[in-house]
């Protein structure tokens, strides 16, 4: 019990922050009479504990997104690194090889362009739900840290989906204020988080779990074990059991 509460905490926890800056990000165009502030306005440097809805210049708006993309970057190759020593199932060892390289990749050409703008991209955050995200995330991969096998298995590939679906629209809505070198990078680099994206979906709807929930790990589709994930699933159980009440003695009335 323990250890999957452990676990529980910081992931829903990043569902919970992720899940405002995602509903920030997409919701202006949906025709609400009172529209969600984009990730712009959320991350205007608030100190007062309430998004901020100060105007910012565009090449302020695609800074602060930019360096949301930095960190991104950087908790994508921090948990791969994690799943290539520590999950089971070769499926994620390949998916997690790509994003160390992938976002590598991307991360190295940001540090380039940050470098001839004069962006510090490592510049602490100071809107109250950037910092809430980013304590989400630190959270969530010390919690990965403890982990191994089939718990880090299913750990580190539930959020994926999600996680590139925000990335998404952080681009997304930095792609409305950028110029230039910024603009290019953005245009480059959205087919690979969206082919990310795919990677994860298609990942998702390869697995399902076992009873035990985290603790039980990803398992096949067709119910076969991913790995040496222990214990079988319901259905599987349910089939024992019957198997063993038809073969079991009867007694005399």
């Given at each position: 019990?323990?250890r999957?509460r ?7 926890r990043?569902?919970f922050?992720a899940?405002?800056?995602a509903?920030?990000a ?14 712009t306005a959320l991350?205007a440097?608030?100190?007062s504990?309430?998004p901020?809805?100060a105007?910012l210049?565009?090449?302020?708006k ?6 949301q993309?930095?960190?991104a ?5 921090d948990?791969?690194k994690?799943?290539?020593?520590r999950?089971q199932?070769?499926e ?8 160390v ?8 050409k940001?540090?380039?362009l ?8 490592n510049a602490a ?5 950037e ?6 995330n630190?959270?969530y991969?010390r ?7 089939a718990q880090?298995?299913a750990?580190y ?12 629209k952080v ?11 910024a ?10 988080v969206?082919s990310?994206?795919?990677?994860a979906?298609n ?5 399902t779990?076992?009873?035990s ?5 990803p398992?096949?589709a ?7 994930v ?13 198997e063993q009440?038809k073969?079991?003695p009867?007694?005399?009335?």
């Open positions: 019990m323990t999957t452990g676990f529980i905490g910081p992931f829903s990043w569902f922050v899940g405002i800056s509903a920030a997409g919701c202006q165009s949906e025709g609400r009479s009172n529209p969600a502030p984009s990730p991350a440097g608030a100190t504990g309430q901020s809805t105007r210049d565009d090449a302020t695609t800074n602060v997104l930019l360096r993309l930095h960190a970057n950087q908790d994508e190759i948990m791969g994690m799943a290539l020593d999950a199932n070769a994620l060892k390949r998916f997690a090889t790509q994003m390289s992938d976002h590598t990749s991307a991360d190295q940001l540090t380039d940050a470098k001839r703008t004069n962006l510090d991209l955050p100071h809107d109250p739900v910092q809430a995200l980013m304590s989400s630190e959270d991969k919690a990965l840290r403890g982990m191994s096998g880090f298995d750990a590939v539930a959020p994926q989906v999600s996680m590139h679906s925000l990335v998404l681009v997304d809505e930095a792609q409305k204020t950028a110029s230039g070198d603009k290019k990078y953005l245009e480059e680099t959205r087919p690979v969206e990310h994206l795919e990677h979906r990942l998702m709807r390869g697995l779990f076992s009873p929930g985290v603790g039980g790990g398992m096949g067709e119910g076969a074990p991913m790995g040496s222990q214990g079988g699933t319901a259905k599987g159980d349910a089939g024992r059991h019957e009440r073969n079991a009867k007694s005399n009335p």
